[in-house]
């Protein structure tokens, strides 16, 4: 039976799979090597159960049961101790992921379950540097986590079908929706997604229209409730390149080649909604979006 959750990474997928966990009465772990990121952490989380009582969603005392059902520790292997779930969600990057998953191996026990957070980066490469391939699945959540219904459950080669059907059913224990899918590049959510926000990229850099008149087709005539270039600021520009990037070599094929005006605006740090100016400018407390600069292949 699954209980003790362990999360990697206090990041904003981080804290909102710790936030969804403890909600749902699993003990929770988070961990981060930067103290300072755990502290904002629980910051975020106490600020989004606040803002579930005041819409009555949970009751006060609920938050704080909430609350106390998170730990935190700066030191991976204390973290991962006595966890029968570690879920990582670290950045999206394969060194680092393979580090973690490596270590984390040795540090846990040859029954705990070791599942990534990853939108794009291989679940059978992840599990080739554990003790315990079998172990190794995917857990692709939406952002954000505490509200989108969706978990993409990824099997690597190697995975079980005991522990892909643990995390289904775990999944939906915390009131999401499970999709099974096979590890190829991108799983399903990004493989059709990111062509997209790439192709818009495309669109805004070739000229044939602006920011907001791509984002208001999309939304207007596809019923899309976030055009595709505010979305890609919202997950992140330096998170859409990796996944492209992963897209492109994994198949090969020229049509996943990330646009260069997403390139350069990637050099050039803006990364979107993190730092507060991708394709829009995004100003803290207001919610007016504001057309970043002028863009073309200049």
Sequence with gaps: MIKNITVVGAGTMGNGIAHTFAQNGFNVTLT??????????????????????????????????????????????????????????????????????????????????????????????????????????????????????????????????????????????INKVPVEVNDYPGFVANRILMPMINEAIYTLFEGVAGVEEIDTVMKLGMAHPMGPLQLADFIGLDVCLAILNVLHSGFGNPKYAPCPLLVNMVAAGQLGVKNGIGFYKYIPGDKTLFVAAKFSKA
């Design 32 to 173: 981060d090597i930067n103290a300072e990121a755990l502290v904002k952490a629980i910051n975020t989380i106490s600020k989004n159960l606040d803002r579930q009582v005041l819409k009555e969603f949970i009751t006060e005392a609920q938050k704080q049961e909430t609350l106390n059902n998170i730990k935190t520790f700066t030191n991976l292997e204390d973290a991962a101790k006595n966890a029968h779930l570690i879920i990582e969600a670290a950045t999206e990057n394969s060194i680092i992921k393979l580090n973690l998953f490596k270590q984390l191996s040795d540090f846990c026990s040859d029954t705990t379950i070791l599942a990534s957070n990853t939108s794009s980066i291989s679940i059978t490469q992840i599990a080739s540097v554990t003790k315990n391939p079998g172990n190794i699945i995917g857990m692709h959540f939406m952002n954000p986590v505490p509200i989108m219904k969706l978990v993409e459950v990824i099997k690597g080669y190697a995975t079980t079908s005991q522990v892909t059907q643990t995390i289904m059913q775990l999944s939906r224990q």
